[in-house]
């Protein structure tokens, strides 16, 4: 095994193991101070190691975005919740297999989705736990809380599908600063929720399970807030977008990117080993691709395939040859377009974990 991480080739993902583990362990204290279970979402590893480590610690199951995930998952967990609608007979008879060897619950949102399920399950004679997403603001799939209840009674009528709870994500605090504006984005989801539970119970009879997820608001978390469950995924790396929030400090950061300078440029471009095949596509409107913590002058200004393009007005403090390491801005695509994540403590490399689930799109 390589021995230290300037014996790497680059570009190479390097996850810091205190860092990493600390983040898990504050996560998980965060979830039982507040008294609800932790379901991490896996789309930001797509690592069984890191998987394993989470379900150790407490975890409650494991949320998955797609069936591919949930079946790579379904090695180390055996309660797992696909947070996205399942369409298609393809993806409806992998769901059967999966259930072979797994408890599952899956996502549904419109009554045309909803039919399909029902479809499927009277087919093979089954019954499927589902969770009802809810629109919070982020305008993607999810039921209006103003039409919850016509679906709801909608569901009552089918025989196979299960409702036991209503699930959202935040994803609004991405476009929000520090606690003084994410916490009342979170209290607004917690009234929303609420009122979405509300209609549940008259509906069903029953309380539901009510369980939002996003890292940003999942620190704030805490008692009273009607939740049973959270959902966080990029706690376990953090990334340019969790720092630039106010919410995380970059010291908890645990996943970067190592990549070597192939040429600098006296106008003051800094050109590294990595472009959108390295870093992806997402930018921050200040920092760009990624931030160097330990080189602030630098910017991660655009990407080519192969190329990324760091602007600074100290071009002089930069040879070719020399290595840097990456923040990137959203860590999640970032560890997906890679095969392994080299594990570190300090320079030392003491591992290599696979990205199981590296791929996993359908």
Known sequence: MTKTIHDLDT??????????????????????????????????????????????LGAVGLTCAKISEAEAMSWVCSDLFIAYPIVGEIKLDRLDRLNDRAKTRVSVEC??????????????????DVMIKIET?????????SDLKQFLEFLAGKKHIRPMGIFTHEGKAYGLHGEEEIRPLLQNISEKMAEAATIFEEVTGKRPLVSPGCTLTARLVREGLGFDEIRPGTYVFKDTYCVES?????????????VQIVSVKSDGRVVVDGGSKTFALDRHKEMGHGRVHAHPDLMFDRL??????????????????????????????????????????????VDVWDVDARGCVR
């Not at 860092?19 to 789309?43: C, F, W, Y």
């Not at 009554?111 to 399909?116: I, W």
């Open 11 to 56: 570009p190479a993902l390097l996850v810091d193991l205190e860092r990493l583990e600390s983040n898990l362990r504050d996560m998980q204290e965060t979830a039982n101070t507040a008294g609800v279970g932790l379901r991490p979402h896996i789309k930001t590893h797509k690592c069984l190691e890191i998987a394993k480590k989470q379900m150790a």
């Open 137 to 145: 603001g982020l305008k993607r799939t999810g039921q209006e809380v």
């Open 304 to 349: 080519s395939e192969e190329h990324g393009v760091f602007v600074t007005d100290r071009p002089e403090k930069y040879q070719v040859g020399q290595r840097l390491e990456v923040i990137p801005t959203h860590v999640c695509p970032v560890v997906n377009l890679h095969n392994h994540l080299v594990v570190r403590k300090g320079e030392e490399v």
């Open 246 to 258: 106010g919410i995380y400090r970059p010291e908890e950061c645990a996943l970067s990117v190592l």
């Open 111 to 128: 009554d045309a989705g909803a039919e399909m399920l029902e479809t499927h399950l009277a087919k093979v004679g089954r019954d499927q």
